[in-house]
């Protein structure tokens, strides 16, 4: 199997659902990243019930189905509703579009790094912010020289997390962003069809594909962990 | 320098509320744990939640709830040194020291962190990392940091409690210095007594949120003003009594009738501390009692004896005393029944 | 040894489990096992079948002695699939000969069960009120910007209209605006929703929506007719059973819901 494989490689088979997949997951990461890190710090700082309710609702994508999540973003963004309309109107298609398949998987990965990111935030010590506070610097600077380093090992796990659910998406994306070959066609919906059509060796070789890329982020992961810690070690060998 | 709070916070269940007043002396503040000393250097701070009333620092005012005035912690130009000194472990000694010196040019920056570090014999170690430094050494570069950015007040938080105790003697000889020349107000949070009074010049005594007195530290342990606050003080004999007048008081609960020098006018409890009880040759002295002892103790310096008073009822022991080692030897041969003496000047009369 | 933590946790166990070891378990029908309730029939049918043969089931059951049928849908291939693994099925009904020819080949068919029982056609259809599209060659303009049908390998209608796209040479023209859909449902709610501007269904699918409008009937000889062939699955336990059910759908009462819901029905 493996050599009419490479053979079928060489001899230039589509293999865009990788390229498709690597770039929606690469930047549905970067987007929640950001935006689950901020969400977490402004909740963070926030006492009360209200706060609690919005909570609820930040983790909303990560307990209903992946299917449902893609269906209440068609509702949302698709052309007969008001939103949809007004961005149909402006000449923007987000359904069946690239961006569709980020928005797809940012959404369903928010929850996921918002939350390692609120425990990543709250583990830092609150005397070294409140002694940061009293010396004088912003919300910002200490968000920036404090906060984020210290929380640093934290985030990044939740940002492999990110990537690997990202990578992994199915239904949410399927809905939303739809199977186009080449432009929305991303593993886990290359799987998917290929299953269907009863295509055991492509599902196969898109399985072993998604799983390589994951051990190899995961890999990556573990690599710069164990440097960090042996950056640690180093320093504190010199005492 | 003129530093006046009048605060109330709120903790959960937990009321502080207290008053304020120094001119640039160095403030202890005492009392147990619990009893809200962390929270009034935090309330002070800004970095309290739910704080009302007012703090007003050099005419400067940091918080005036009638005002709607509450400034943020960075503001305040307050140096905090936290009980666990919190200093940022991802930075370097000389960053952490440079940390609140954000809006200087950096060549200005460097030569003042460069001083302080000299001072505080820190030098050698700005390279360092925290975790690469003793507890003496941390507690120095908090220190530093917190008073390189010239504040108007410094918080000090049990400064000495996180250290080994044989290396207490030596930083609290540091820290008398560097308290010695700032110039502004210090408030020294401990639940030890003799820190305090070595290192402050005014007690605070602090007990559930409340302050109990507020006076030079002479004034506190000399003449407490409540059982509490002798007993915060350290004191630890203490008898329910009754004003028979003429400087006469009696002492119940140790059957006798004492004279007291301090002037009173209400009488409702007595108290000496154990290092005052002195040991007398002969009965029949002013304000000497028979007693035995029942049990003794030893410090590595000190021996405490339990003794039991003739006089007073019940078994067990009403009175503890301290002396030195060389006293001991001298008592401890001698034959029963021994007197105590309670000197006249020594005994705290008090109106609660 | 069996404190009382550990008993309650084993029966808890076995309680939870059990099911697994009953008829609706790991070991549903084993074989051999003669099954001595009220007759059943499992039928597995395409999901375009859905809504006419719950609706002849309703009449089904109102007739006395009638069998009990389970109906179970789902894309014919993948149906085709979970039958050549065992799954405990009476009665298969494809949305298309493939499925079952590949059935038939591999002996899984009842000999002599096989018929077709009804017929439907493919249409091009367009969120309603939309006017640019009122032939296939339309397809070609600009302003459709997607087409969805149901991806061809999987989806009998999706390959049926592959086939007529290719037979009348628009097929590489109008590769680039597919989206593929896993089922035919799919495809029309991306039509009705306006976010695809034509999608290819059955008849019977666009006349079930009052959400998109027929814009055109894909013409008949481009694409091989549409027909649901059914048959009884061999080694089926309950065969009579299936064969009475069979029987019944080419009834004059079946074949009128049929027609009623936009299929055809074949000669008798």
Redesign the interface.
Known sequence: MWFYDAREIAHGMDLSPIRISLETSVAATAVVTLAGTLAARWRIRRRGVVYELVDGFFLLPLVLPPTVVGFLLLLMFGRASVLGGILYSLGARLVFSWPATVVAAAVTTFPLMYMTARAALEQVDAPMVEAARTLGASEARVFREILLPLAWPGLAAGMVLTFARALGDFGATLILAGNIPGKTQTLPIAIFFAVEAGDTREAVRWSLVTVAISLAALGALNLWTRHRKGLAMRVVEQE | MEFQAEIEAQRGAFALALRLETRGERVGILGESGAGKTMTL?AI???ERSVRGRIVVNGRALLDSSRGVAL?????R???V?Q?Y?L???RTVAENVA??L??MNSAERETLVRGFLGRMRLEDLAGR?P??LSGGQQQRVALA??LV?DPEILLLDEPLSALDFHLRGLVEKDLLDTLAEFRGVALYVSHSLEEVYRLCDVILVLARGRALAFGPKEEIFLHPPSLEVARLTGCKNFSRARALGEGVVEALDWGARLRVAQRHTEARHLAIRANHVTFADAPGGENVLPCSLVESTETPFRRTLYLRLDTAEGNGWHLQAEILKDRWEELKGRPAPWYVRLDPERVFVMAE | MWNHRARLFVSLALIVLSPMAGPRGLFPLRAGTPQVKHPQVTVAAAISLKGVLEGIGNLYGRRKGSPEVTLIFGASGILEKQIEQGAPVDVFISAAPAQMDALEKANLLLKGTRRDIAGNRLVLVTPRGATAVHTLEDLKKPEVRTIAMGEPRSVPAGQYAAEALRTLGLLDALQPKFVYAQDVRAVLTYVAGGDADAGFVYETDAESSDKVTIAAAVPAGSYTPVVYPAAVVHGSQNAAAAKHYLEYLSSVEARAVFEKCGFTTPAR
């Open positions: 935090r701070a800004g970095l943020p912690a960075r503001e305040r307050v140096g905090l936290f666990s919190a940022f472990p991802h940390f609140g954000e809006r990392y975790r690469q940091r917190a950015t």
